[in-house]
């Protein structure tokens, strides 16, 4: 089975959950950034939930179904259609052969993420499918989809193949009639603040600098690509300056430059950063983080590594009771 694509947008990558044990190496983890969106994209055609996906970023893409498969559309809105009629996400929809999948520009959001029910099967590259531009390595041939492009689809689970069966004929798509809870979506606290934990170097910052970190907003700038967030507002400047050794960094960490125009980093990241600290947006917030795009402004507010913790484990319970849900329905056949 396999996929055309017609029209690359754009950036569209293939991207599964990241490139793990290799950045003592300096070589960075990768993978999509918005991986809660990734993760039910895979639940919803019953792939593991690590499994690679497509990432279009912005402006999406344009696909041929080369067969009939099982996808599901995730992340941030581009206007999906199939066959020039508009197509619901959050949803398992049965696709027929010869049909075009198409996006367009983002309506809310950043990213959305394509799942196909067996996965892309793209070669793995220490572990991992996920492209790192950079590097040149992982999804196909280490770069963003071009036009022409054809993506091989893995063979489908059983279950997939009962809910193709189910596909109307003579129609070019079928949506099922039951899709994923609001509370999933990235965007349903999007009036909110993003959540962050004072950094190793918090304390070295000036007042006025704390302050502003959290009754300030900060605006993404052009520059900012999946590597990092680069922000633009009150200037962060440390009350006193000392040499630093190279530490480790996280998805979410914010660096503060000498300009004091702090940054978010992101999938692409270095593996270390010699630049202070100030903050660590919390791992629950990190998924609506990623449908940030340039030109928003980003808010932040303290939260407590207790706090933190707790938010977390109540998303992956919360999951985990989707998880076994769909188990039952999937299997079920209804």
Same mark, same amino acid.
């Given at each position: 089975?396999?996929?055309?694509?017609?029209?690359?947008?754009?950036?569209?990558?293939?991207?599964?959950?990241?490139?793990?044990?290799?950045?003592?190496?300096?070589?960075?983890?990768?993978?999509?950034?918005?991986?809660?969106?990734?993760?039910?994209?895979?639940?919803?055609?019953?792939?593991?939930?690590?499994?690679?996906?497509?990432?279009?970023?912005?402006?999406?893409?344009?696909?041929?179904?080369?067969?009939?498969?099982?996808?599901?559309?995730?992340?941030?809105?581009?206007?999906?259609?199939?066959?020039?009629?508009?197509?619901?996400?959050?949803?398992?929809?049965?696709?027929?052969?010869?049909?075009?999948?198409?996006?367009?520009?983002?309506?809310?959001?950043?990213?959305?993420?394509?799942?196909?029910?067996?996965?892309?099967?793209?070669?793995?590259?220490?572990?991992?499918?996920?492209?790192?531009?950079?590097?040149?390595?992982?999804?196909?041939?280490?770069?963003?989809?071009?036009?022409?492009?054809?993506?091989?689809?893995?063979?489908?689970?059983?279950?997939?193949?009962?809910?193709?069966?189910?596909?109307?004929?003579?129609?070019?798509?079928?949506?099922?009639?039951?899709?994923?809870?609001?509370?999933?979506?990235?965007?349903?606290?999007?009036?909110?603040?993003?959540?962050?934990?004072?950094?190793?170097?918090?304390?070295?910052?000036?007042?006025?600098?704390?302050?502003?970190?959290?009754?300030?907003?900060?605006?993404?700038?052009?520059?900012? %690509?999946?590597?990092?967030?680069?922000?633009?507002? /009150?200037?962060?400047?440390? $009350?006193? *300056? !000392?040499?630093? @050794?190279? &530490? =480790?960094?996280?998805?979410?960490?914010?660096?503060?430059?000498?300009?004091?125009?702090?940054?978010?980093?992101?999938?692409?990241?270095?593996?270390?950063?010699?630049?202070?600290?100030?903050?660590?947006?919390?791992?629950? %917030?990190?998924?609506?983080?990623?449908?940030?795009? /340039?030109?928003?402004?980003? $808010?932040? *507010? !303290?939260?407590? @590594?207790? &706090? =933190?913790?707790?938010?977390?484990?109540?998303?992956?319970?919360?999951?985990?009771?989707?998880?076994?849900?769909?188990?039952?329905?999937?299997?079920?056949?209804?």
């Amino acid at each position: 089975m396999t996929i055309l694509v017609k029209k690359p947008g754009l950036l569209t990558t293939v991207q599964d959950i990241g490139r793990y044990g290799f950045q003592k190496y300096g070589v960075i983890v990768s993978g999509s950034m918005d991986t809660l969106s990734h993760r039910i994209a895979n639940l919803l055609v019953g792939n593991d939930e690590h499994e690679a996906v497509i990432e279009m970023t912005m402006i999406g893409a344009r696909f041929e179904f080369q067969d009939d498969a099982l996808i599901s559309i995730c992340g941030g809105d581009f206007s999906p259609t199939i066959d020039s009629r508009p197509v619901k996400m959050w949803r398992p929809v049965l696709i027929r052969k010869g049909s075009i999948l198409s996006f367009g520009h983002v309506k809310k959001g950043c990213r959305a993420y394509l799942a196909a029910a067996g996965g892309y099967l793209t070669p793995k590259i220490m572990g991992s499918k996920s492209t790192y531009l950079r590097a040149g390595i992982g999804g196909v041939d280490g770069r963003a989809l071009e036009t022409g492009d054809v993506i091989e689809i893995g063979g489908r689970s059983p279950f997939a193949d009962f809910w193709l069966s189910q596909l109307q004929k003579k129609e070019p798509y079928t949506e099922l009639h039951w899709s994923v809870s609001p509370e999933f979506h990235p965007f349903v606290r999007e009036e909110e603040k993003v959540h962050l934990l004072k950094g190793r170097q918090y304390g070295d910052f000036s007042e006025e600098s704390k302050k502003a970190l959290f009754s300030e907003p900060f605006k993404i700038t052009p520059q900012s %690509d999946r590597m990092g967030y680069r922000l633009e507002g /009150p200037k962060l400047i440390l $009350h006193r *300056k !000392e040499e630093m @050794i190279s &530490e =480790a960094v996280s998805f979410g960490t914010i660096q503060v430059p000498s300009d004091g125009n702090p940054i978010i980093l992101l999938a692409d990241r270095q593996t270390t950063g010699g630049y202070a600290k100030i903050g660590q947006a919390a791992s629950i %917030d990190l998924p609506y983080l990623a449908q940030f795009k /340039p030109g928003d402004s980003i $808010h932040f *507010k !303290e939260i407590s @590594i207790d &706090e =933190a913790q707790k938010q977390l484990l109540e998303r992956e319970k919360m999951l985990h009771h989707f998880k076994e849900g769909l188990h039952l329905k999937l299997h079920a056949g209804r």
